[in-house]
């Protein structure tokens, strides 16, 4: 029997159609752009153009066969996040700098959540498909089980109480496509603005969720060895943590999660 489906000129069944969209979600094609398909292997290759002189670049300017075409751009982010007096200012800032390729193909610019004047800032890594499509960090899964966590210590990200309220920003403030992890060259293109962020809020202690932060922050990884040792970033005290969507998918690290939620409780002594 006929599928009716096709892929690039020849009848496929559902299974393999399914299969093939899987594999897209797979590679970070999580939203459809036009109704039909173009099947670039099929269109006619363009004569090649008569060659040409390449315009004159500009010193700074980033070229496609750079491997870091963003370099340039990180003195840029000091300074813009530097001259930022409040998080307003510098989500404003952060939000027109182009210097991460990540932003054109973000949704959202993800910049915060939760009371800005809280005693504990969490950092998480990026945002992921639901926060790219809400513009608030920690709003899918993984976010859901953090408000849980902080919920059997009595904290939580809408408490208008200072005391017992956090305040919530990530590593990189767009997503990256297909949730991959950030590179080292999109983290230091970050980092100056986080470093602002976390000067603006100015909170007693940082909770660094995840390798990725403590990559950031503290330029260590290794999360399973770093989790639960008290240590200093951004000139305050920190408490390395593992991430909740790995909590997610490994049920039993909970366990030290918690006892390193009882040690946030008691440095706050709540
Ligand atoms: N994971 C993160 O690190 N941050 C988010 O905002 C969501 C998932």
Known sequence: MESGLTWRGVEIDGWTALALLEWQREMGADD???????????????????????????????????????????????????????????????????GLELKKGARNFVFSDGNPAARVMIIGEAPGEEEDAQGKPFVGRAGQLLDRMLDAIGMGRALPDATRAVYIANVLK????????????????????????????DPEIVVLMGNTPCAAALNREGITRLR?????????????????????????????????LLSLADRLVL
């Open 228 to 260: 639960g040792n008290w240590t200093e970033a951004f000139g305050r005290p920190a408490l390395p943590m593992t991430h909740p969507a790995y909590l997610l998918r490994n049920p039993i690290a909970k366990r030290e999660a918690w006892a390193d």
């Open 32 to 98: 459809v752009m036009l109704d039909s398909t173009t099947d670039r292997t099929a269109l006619p290759t363009a004569k090649p153009a008569p060659a040409q002189p390449a315009p004159a670049q500009p010193a700074t300017a980033t070229r496609s066969h750079d491997p870091h075409p963003e370099e340039d751009h990180v003195g840029l982010a000091e300074s813009l996040a530097a001259q930022a007096a409040t998080l307003d200012d510098l989500a404003e800032a952060q939000q027109g700098f182009d």
């Open 174 to 201: 767009w997503r990256p496509p297909g949730n991959r992890r950030p590179t080292p060259h999109e983290i230091a293109l970050s980092l100056p603005f986080l470093r602002r962020q976390v000067e603006l809020a």
